[in-house]
Nanobody, 128 residues
Framework: QVQLTESGGYLAQPGGSLRLSCAAS????????IGWFHQAPGDEREEVAC????????YYRDSIKGRFTMSRDNAKNTVYLQMNSLKPEDMGVYYC?????????????????????WGWGTLVSVSS
């Protein structure tokens, strides 16, 4: 059973920064893909960023490109989401998830094809 623990959610001002962390119970290299997802109040959960382990290719949602950066520290089994220039619409719960099942002949983000394990989420608030 994979356990994912998110942290780093907090209250930030518009234009501010936060760094979210997701600690995995196993080696992050063992998972085919790891993703960050965002659920705004009243909205469905959407993919924010996704990294494919075998080539470290990272996919970003268009609305956060240039503002958010996903990274990983394999030695710590942790992935991060650096969030800069925060906007009120970035507010919500951020979830970390992993896909353990490999894909073949897929296009685009591997996180679009379903994730196998999810964390409980961390809450980000953006307000002045």
């Amino acid at each position: 059973q994979v356990q994912l623990t998110e942290s780093g959610g907090y209250l930030a001002q518009p234009g501010g920064s936060l760094r979210l962390s997701c600690a995995a119970s196993g080696s992050t290299l063992d998972y085919y893909a790891i993703g960050w997802f965002h659920q705004a109040p009243g909205d469905e959960r959407e993919e924010v960023a996704c990294i494919r382990s075998h080539d470290n290719n990272i996919y970003y949602r268009d609305s956060i490109k240039g503002r958010f950066t996903m990274s990983r520290d394999n030695a710590k089994n942790t992935v991060y989401l650096q969030m800069n220039s925060l906007k009120p619409e970035d507010m919500g719960v951020y979830y970390c998830a992993v896909r353990s099942v490999p894909l073949r002949n897929s296009t685009g983000s591997p996180c679009n094809y379903g994730m196998n394990y999810w964390g409980w989420g961390t809450l980000v608030s953006v307000s002045s």
